[in-house]
């Protein structure tokens, strides 16, 4: 044979053998990519996504969008090929693995995660939107989640309105950490609680609970990378009793970036007028009780998402403006929001059609 033609066939089986083991060599990355953008103000699944009775809403009009990120399941393995797809590919992107299930997460553990995320953002968006228009809503402070294996297993449990902790009235969730590590591991620590079911009782007889109950807990050691300190084993949230009531109808949906989008939607149906002024805006944002906008993950496949839909304004946390200006798809203006009321005002000059002076990320 010819050292030419030998040279080209060695050159071809190496080649074939090199794709063979791109498709079957394994890589410790995952992938994101565009997911469904819905209409805060609109239907989906055959139902309006925001539902509200008991008060009087208003018409809308235009679009205000949430949007999402597809990414590829925590046990899913991907080859070399497809990474190096992923890579070349503009509305793909390939990250590590860890990113996305940190510390071994499995597929159901970062399943359950992003609802009580979700359902979280969700009370948040609520509350923020009521708040903007002065609407009174009472809130406590709760047991968010019990750990297992932990000195509060069996004594507290979720939903539990913390009243007090060793007499001292708590006031907001950060208040609970504060109080229990005063004491040193091995100290006991007294829980003033309303039991879930009985506050439950009381909402739905809309009566405030008046009988408490005393709960003593035997700190132990923390034993996360932080400061050694005395834990229980739970962590506190807050829940609300709002004066009429909303409901997010969004199946098939996690984690909390919807949050500032689902507040504007609730905000644009209790008022009058339409906030978009019939233009179609998107965003992403997650949203604390008090209005502040926090940043999202995938910011760069949401924008991409979003102006495939049609998006012409894109509402960005202001901590994610830096990476989405790197990359924004041609037609999508990208504004700069930290607060609830800076989406609101950017909205009235988009509205308005007055956009020289919006805060645009990348400048």
């Known amino acids: 044979m010819p050292r030419r033609t030998a040279t ?17 060599i394994p890589v410790p990355y995952s992938e994101m990519s565009p997911g469904p953008t819905v209409n805060t103000l609109g239907d989906h699944g055959g139902e309006p996504v925001l539902q509200i009775s008991g008060r009087k809403t208003y018409a809308t009009s235009g679009h205000l969008n949430m949007t999402t990120v597809r990414v590829t399941s925590a046990d899913y393995r991907m080859n070399l090929v497809e990474a190096v797809y992923g890579w070349l590919a503009h509305d793909n992107k390939v990250v590590p693995h860890e990113t996305l299930y940190p510390d071994g ?15 979280q953002s969700q009370e948040s968006a609520k509350v923020a939107a009521l708040k903007e228009l002065d609407v009174p809503v009472k809130s406590w402070v709760i047991v968010s989640t019990v750990v297992k294996g932990s000195p509060a297993e069996g004594k507290l449990h ?34 003033t609680i ?11 007889e809309k009566r405030t609970p008046t009988r408490t109950q005393d709960i003593t807990i035997t700190t132990t050691t923390s034993d996360d990378a932080g400061e050694k300190r005395a834990i229980v084993g739970i962590s506190a949230g807050t829940d609300h009793t709002f004066p009429f009531t909303i ?6 949906v996690g984690g909390p970036s919807a949050g500032l989008m689902f507040a504007l939607g609730i905000y644009d149906k209790l008022t009058p007028g339409s ?10 944002g997650t949203i604390d009780d008090e209005g502040k906008v926090g940043p999202i993950g995938g910011i760069e496949m949401k924008t991409v998402g979003a102006r495939a ?8 946390p202001a901590d994610n403006c830096a990476a989405a200006a790197k990359d924004t798809p041609e037609g999508l203006t990208l504004v700069k929001v930290d607060t609830i009321q800076d989406a609101l005002g950017a909205l009235k000059d988009i509205r308005g059609g007055d956009t020289a002076d919006l805060p645009r990320c990348g400048r």
């Open 8 to 24: 080209m066939l060695a050159s071809t089986l190496m080649l074939i053998a090199l794709l063979c083991a791109g498709v079957f």
């Open 194 to 204: 309303v039991p879930a079911k009985a506050q439950a009782a009381a909402e739905k």
């Open 247 to 252: 409901d997010i109808k969004l199946a098939d």
């Open 105 to 119: 997460k499995t597929e159901e553990q970062s399943t359950q995660e992003n609802a009580e995320e979700f359902s």
């Open 158 to 191: 979720a939903g539990d309105v913390i009243k007090a902790v060793d007499g001292t009235a708590v006031k907001e969730p950060a208040d609970v950490a504060k109080l229990v590590t005063k004491h040193k591991p091995g100290q006991d620590v007294r829980f």
């Open 275 to 284: 906030l978009t002024g019939g233009t179609f805006v998107a965003g992403t």
């Open 309 to 316: 839909k049609g998006a012409e304004y894109f509402l960005t």
